[in-house]
């Protein structure tokens, strides 16, 4: 997935997140102020990957348990991985959305996994190429998820 924007600025931690748009496997779009008042967690990860192959029904699983809590993820299929159609059983078996494509700065990938997590203000707090354990999970998400939602 060639993403880079010319002159479009890496996001780094502290950044208020640049806007983008996912465009999710059923065709459906969702923008960053659509999520605005959730913490949002971007995974970028490649079949070819074993590290995030392994971090995938991790993050799934606990999408699944915290989303009541406002967590959204989006697992972001980076390119060289298999093409989209030969994902869907992965994708059916997963809670989170897949998504097909993103626009905005977040595409200029060096290794993945890659992780951007985005507090309920759309302030990047997180952004890292490492793969996520739980510990880490509830380190940097538990305390986002207990933050109260921004007035708007």
């Known amino acids: 997935m060639a993403l880079a924007l010319v002159g479009a600025k890496i996001p780094k931690v502290g950044d208020m997140a640049p806007p983008f748009e996912i465009t999710l496997v059923d ?3 969702v ?3 659509q999520l605005r008042g959730n913490v949002v967690v971007l995974n970028f990860w490649a079949t070819w990957c074993a590290p995030c192959r392994e971090e995938l029904p991790l993050l799934d699983r606990y999408y699944e348990l915290q989303q009541k809590n406002g967590l959204k993820v989006f697992a972001v299929t980076t390119e060289g991985s298999l093409p989209i159609y030969q994902l869907k059983k992965v994708f059916a078996m ?3 959305p897949a998504v097909r494509k993103i626009s905005g700065p977040y595409g200029q990938i060096k290794a993945v ?3 951007y997590i985005i507090d309920r203000s759309g302030r990047i707090r997180y952004a890292k190429a490492a793969s996520f354990d739980l ?3 509830n380190a940097n998400l538990v ?3 207990n933050e109260p939602v921004p007035a708007s």
């Open 27 to 29: 065709g459906s779009k």
């Open 94 to 96: 997963m809670k989170m």
């Open 143 to 145: 305390p986002l998820l």
């Open 113 to 115: 996994p890659t992780n």
């Open 31 to 33: 923008t960053l102020d």
């Open 135 to 137: 510990e880490d999970l």
